[in-house]
């Protein structure tokens, strides 16, 4: 039967890498590039909490890098620009973590939307931690104790009415074990093309 629509053949590299997108500016690039992928250093009243955000839709990463670009913090700024960083990531390594998933963001997927508004009403950690709601601000596992590995699912419009974007989705990291998988990538970008940056023009 013919197909009138097909997709991509599901064969190599397409079945043995997932690609994903980041998008920020020049300078978070070259922060990035330098130091690693630190999801402490994301912001914590987020989706899913305290983390190192990425989606597999290269517009919707282009939206966020000139989100980030016309941010305050760079509104006055010169020299910086919009850009795209790809990351191909094994497929197989990536089911070796612990990974949260959702497939639907409707107003009925209770699940999705009690660790969206649990995690977007936290605050960043303080030392010692506050003994409120707010002192879990992130995604944990079973054991109590350590976080998800990684979240994917999708990404809320207005999470207080839990609407969600459509057509979207987001997979973000939390430990260092997910982040190895990034930062093994970055570290051997000038030998391999499974890690690339783009500046956005349009």
Known sequence: MAIL???????PPRNELLTLY????TKDRDKIEQDGVKPEKGRPNTDFGQGFYTTTL??????????????PEFAHASGYQPVILTFQVERHELAKLAVLSFQ???YNQDDYWSLVQHCRQSSAPS??????????????????????????????AFWE?????QDSDQFSFHTTAAVKLLNDLISK?????????QIVTN
């Not at 290269?58 to 941010?71: D, L, S, T, V």
């Not at 109590?144 to 999708?154: A, K, L, R």
């Not at 970008?189 to 940056?197: A, E, F, H, P």
């Open 161 to 165: 009415q839990r609407s969600a974007m």
């Open 104 to 106: 639907l963001g409707d």
């Open 5 to 11: 629509n097909p997709a991509p053949s599901w064969q």
């Open 127 to 156: 030392d010692p931690k506050p003994h409120t709601i707010n002192s879990h601000f992130g995604p944990q596992a079973e054991n109590g104790g350590d976080w998800y590995d990684v979240v994917c699912g999708p990404v809320a």
């Open 58 to 71: 290269k517009r919707q990463a282009r939206h966020w890098a000139w989100a980030r670009f016309y941010a």
């Open 189 to 197: 970008k000038n030998t391999s093309s499974r890690y690339s940056s």
């Open 22 to 25: 980041h998008g920020c500016t």
